[in-house]
């Protein structure tokens, strides 16, 4: 492992402007990076990425590296385009120096802060203003932390142990709270977190909602949504054939899901052409090599108890599509995983006042996060959609900054505290297991 991520680190030309750097979103420090660990100070190259992206561990695991730093090496242009491989490397730096990391937490400052999901922009968000003293509690839905990390990316591609490190040393460490099994806008309200003494909320709730084609049969009990499916893959019996409606990153792990699964037979269908996948090239080679069919220029128009129905299209020039009348036909299946996207939940907003959306039910904010509610900030999937882990990391952080202007601005809060001089109950000491007799009755 080490023999070749210093080979891969051996290749790094130094640039005076690097364009791999200019590539990633969060703008990571690749070169210096490279240049600590082959300076043999892999300590302070660890400290520097986790300062600049509490998630690295996870996001040089799932990053789309051809598209990002990787895909904008200079080495791309030389005669042998071959970059510098950084995914190999921010790893290798980021999970050993994350052994090393058990600092407790931060003074407090007084103030305290709630987080609305676990995903990637609640996490940094949650990191990040524990490192400058506020009092953090993340507000999970499910049973882990995580969000679409966990439930929405396959372990085989980012398995559990990294998000359980990071709850251990980033959360449990920090004294950062997360309170499980909770979602807001249910039985607690945005409403009752500033009741209960909060001074800033952050919603980075995900898109929990999967979108439907609106075609017939989408109810049967053979067909699943990709967010459902991937949530607990288990759950579902879709036979040997299975067909997965998408040609995106989610309908890869789908596929690639369901072959793990033990289906014999996988078909990804696409409206368009294969020019049009919107899966990484890396996601689609694995998809391809592992086994998985690809159907292009199939549009569904119903799915039966045995399979569905899908017409032909052709795929213009300018990426529209054009139905081919009488073509359908009926392709045989054992179930159908719909994965086209998903869209917000719309509970929180429904039960909170003042907070605007767009069109498409997203919450509306400015640049820095701010929604049209005093001390609500926003960020993630919640505000763009679908986007990618290290865009939401991105995000996070100028939200972080703006969070942190707006209640360092805020009047210092008077004490109300109507029962702060009675008396505490003196609580007997009980020793349940010391009255307990093992091994039987006395003698």
Known sequence: MALHVLDE???????????????CPIKTNIPEAIRLLKGGKLDEAGKMLFENNPLTTVCSIVCNHERQCEGHCIRNKMKTHDPVHFSVIEDY????????????????????????????????????????????TIFEARDKIGGVMRYGIPSFRLPDRVLDDFQYRHLELKDIKVRTHTTIGRTITIDDLFRDGYDSVFIGAGLRKPSAMHIKGESLGNVVFAIDYLGNSKAFNLGDSVAVI?????????????IRNGARHVVCYSRSDENHVQ????????????????RFNKIPLEIRDKGMICMDSLTKEDGSIEKVEGSEKFYPHT???????????????????????????LLSVDSTGKTSRAGV???????????????????????????????????????????????VFDEPVVDAFGEQVLGGSEA
């Open 279 to 294: 899966a990484s090239s890396y996601e689609y080679s694995y998809a391809k090599i592992e086994g998985v069919d690809f």
């Open 93 to 136: 730096i980021s999970t050993t120096y994350a052994n090393k990391m058990v600092k407790g937490p931060a003074p407090k400052n007084g103030k305290r802060v709630a987080i609305v999901g676990s995903g990637p922009a609640g996490l940094t968000i949650a990191v990040l203003l524990a490192r400058w003293g506020y009092d953090i």
């Open 246 to 258: 998408g040609v995106g990153n989610s309908a890869m792990d789908c596929a690639r899901t369901a």
């Open 377 to 423: 900030y926003a960020g993630g999937d919640a505000v763009n959609g679908a986007r990618t882990v290290v865009e939401a990391v991105a995000m996070a952080k100028r939200v972080a900054v703006s969070m942190d202007e707006y209640m360092k601005s805020l009047p210092e809060k008077e004490e109300n505290d109507p029962y702060k001089n009675i008396p």
């Open 9 to 23: 680190a051996n290749k790094c030309l130094g640039c005076k402007k690097p364009l791999c750097q200019e590539g």
């Open 335 to 361: 179930g159908v995983i719909v994965a086209i996207g998903q869209s917000a939940e719309s509970t929180l907003i429904k039960t909170t006042e003042g907070l605007d959306t767009t069109n498409s039910g």
